[in-house]
């Protein structure tokens, strides 16, 4: 697995077949990922790629067991002297909301993969980054699940921004905040894969990390807002991230410590 990953209770308990997280959680208002979000949308198409050298583009999907044919897409780069292409956009699997996509396909994540299994790389150095317009308002509680990684090394770098934010290392390496008004700061290693799980719920809201239980703070008492999104930046601002993120989505309820259990484990069997 990779380092984060271990397991919390039995993997049993998950389903035979593909089983995503809108297998195991509901309520979401919108979700977009490199993997499916469940398995009656296995076969969805997730993503968009671009390759540099001659703009040619093409939308990705996995199979019906939520396997990508990455010896196919590295071909298929490869026939144009590319060795690797831009996301350049991500589908809503969970709503009808917009894409995420780039401004420009130059300042679009990279491909990247953990065996074949596909992930979007960030530099901080190409100002990678992604956003989406036609937001509305949704007032807490709410709760944004994602993964992701970071590179130790560089100060205040933007894991997503919704209104609501998740953010690396505002003053020391090894360090996540979640920010609805309020910054709170906790602990995560750098240089590893980590689920989140930010709770927006006034007093009653909190962080998980991995799957463990909620740590309790107010975090403020913002929702989801009418401004554009960022996923790898602050929109308009900046901090763009080095690392990677494979997944990110709310829910309309605050997740409970059993749903961070849940979505982490359904990451770790996925991931393994």
Known sequence: MPVGFSARGPLSLI???????????GNWIFWYGTRPFSNATVTNTLFRIRRPTDT?????AADGDGVFDRVGIQAWEDAAGSTTAGII?????????????????????????????????????????????????VAQPISVHTMGYHFTGATRQQLVDFGLSLYYRVSANNQISFNAGTEQSFTASDDAWHTYVAVANGASGGLSIDGAALSTVN??????????YGVG???????????????????????????????????????A
């Open 89 to 137: 956009a991500l589908y809503d699997q969970a709503g009808a909301g917009n894409p995420f996509a780039p401004a420009i396909p130059s300042i679009a994540p990279l491909l990247s993969w953990t065996g074949d299994r596909p992930e979007a790389f960030f530099s901080s150095g190409s100002t990678h980054r992604l956003t989406r317009t036609g937001n509305s308002t």
């Open 15 to 25: 389903p035979a077949g593909y089983q995503g997280p809108g297998d195991v959680l």
């Open 219 to 228: 975090a403020g008492t913002g929702g989801l807002s009418t401004g554009d």
């Open 56 to 60: 040619v583009e093409m939308d990705v």
């Open 233 to 271: 930046q602050v929109e308009g601002v900046g901090f763009f991230l080095d690392g990677a993120i494979r997944e990110w989505g709310v829910r309309s309820v605050a997740s409970s410590d059993a749903d961070c259990t849940a979505y982490y484990n359904n990451l770790a069997a996925y991931w």
